[in-house]
């Protein structure tokens, strides 16, 4: 008969982990024998050493806290704390530790200024300053969950636990009362440290399938464009974000707008400015760009090329990023352009734009794009401070130029769909009633989206390659797997108090998604809908090439 020898030296012990006990070695502390009932709500307790025998009956058991325990007189075991000192992010707080530091919520907790009119300091017992940021977190991904049920989920199994004093979750009001006490500065603090950790991630480790252009002197693709949150419909908001599209600010709902930066291939965040979002929108949005070039140059590197769309920022503001990184930047037909070359070997052309007294010197990129059944091809125009067209020829500039929908639509699409009312149309996205608390869970937000792909990106480099299709036997990328389904199981993780990180990222890299399939839609969805999807001709997807024309010759 085998057995497992109980080792004499103490095993370190943590929530997650799983012990197994001989049945017969379990007893009631309780002095006058009663059942455990609701009233008697003590943890067993082991009556003896042993040995663990095969065939004997053995009782699995998964911790759940390690606390110091406090002993009534009937011999009751009770837990000494609450669920508010025990409860973590699970996986996402373990890579964000592995990154930034032992102890980062925690620490922003303990320098947090609490508004005195809101903190009150007995109710630590229910929530605290660190939990409450976790809930805050927890709850931008969770958008249908009242805030009750965000502070149930976070402390999971620990509220089976029998606390010392009968722990129960804190109410709605309470929850608000903390938010207010909180402020936007801690959850902003969380939101730097998340996305700064991810920006050193990319310049010291790279990004496994980064998308790259050039020969000897490689740059990695990152796009920068702008979107739009509803919030709700309250005086301090509407007076703070106004709305677009109106001059007398009517719209139904206030709304933000933020500028995030990406990383093309694995959709990463670096830094998301936000503020009103202006009745014009490349006003607001340039205002955004140069608070992103003041707040977070690191980023705009010189290794790097940044992807934008036609929401044309200024000659001068052009200026400005190409002295410090490179760009790649489609231009409306109405912008004027200054030819000063002839047509290059590879098609392109150099030229001059001006404004504001400044001249930027560019290579101009003029291509049709043609689809199978597209009637009229779409034309593009795009410039970049690249002039080197043998190290960055004009093919494969307009080739790179795809990706910029992948770093921001496709990006955006994904960390705004666990967001309420994501769909167009539809009511408030977040749920904060004032300015403050609006950007407290927009940090949030930004925190929670990146913390996710950052276990997708693990994920990633742990997950076997798929045996068979169009992947078969290649690495896997960030972007083949399902961020839907990293958000639903970080967050099963959580409830279940799951410590193992290599779990979680196998589950996450359990789901492969199909990309690069050449799928084309005559109109734009950027966002998921609740409503019966169209069946008339101009909406069927169809999959077919993107034929790149430049110069009258197909590539």
Known sequence: MSSYPVPSRAVPVSGGMVVAVPLELLASPLKNGRDLGDGDRSALVIGGTGRIRTRGDVVFCKVIAVTEAQVRRDGQVRAKGSPVHHATLGALEERLESQAGPGVIGRIAGNAR????????????????????????????????????????????????????????????????????????????LRDAVLGAAWREHRDLGCPGAVIIGKTRPLKAGAVDGTLLRVPDTPGNRALFGTTGTGDDSGPYPQARALPLTCCSCRSLFAVPHGPAGTDKAAAEQRLLDEAMDRFPAVFAPDWIWLMDRNYHGAARIARLIAATHVLIRLKS?????????????????????????????????????????????????????????EYPASELAALYKWRWDGSETALREAKAPLRGAGPGTGPMLRSGSPDLARQELAAWAAA????????????LAAAPARKGRRAGQAVRSRDLSYARAVRTVLSAIRLGSACYQAVTSEIGRYRNI?????????????????????????????????????????
């Open 334 to 390: 109405d912008i004027p352009l200054k030819r000063t070359s002839e047509i290059l070997p590879d098609g392109s052309y150099e030229a001059e734009l001006s404004g504001d007294g400044v001249i930027v010197r560019v290579r101009v990129i003029e291509y049709f794009i043609d689809v199978e059944g597209q009637e009229v091809p779409e034309m593009f125009c795009l410039v970049t401070d690249l002039m080197d067209y043998e």
């Open 515 to 555: 990309v690069d399939r050449d799928r084309h839609r005559a109109r734009k969805s950027k966002s998921p809908s609740s409503f019966a999807h169209a069946t008339a001709k101009d909406t069927v997807t169809r999959i077919a090439p993107a034929v790149i024309t430049m110069a009258n010759i197909p590539a």
């Open 114 to 189: 609490l508004d005195g009119q809101f903190a009150k300091g007995e109710r630590e017992r229910l929530l605290s300053a660190a939990f409450m940021i976790r809930v805050i977190v927890l709850m931008t991904l969770m958008p249908q969950a009242r805030i009750e049920d965000v502070i149930i989920a976070l402390a999971g199994d620990l509220a089976l636990v029998p606390w010392a004093r009968r722990w129960r979750p804190a109410s709605a009001r309470a929850a608000g009362d903390w938010r207010n006490a909180l402020g936007a500065e801690p959850l902003e603090e």
């Open 449 to 460: 989206a990146e913390m996710t792909r950052g276990l997708a990106r693990d994920a990633a």
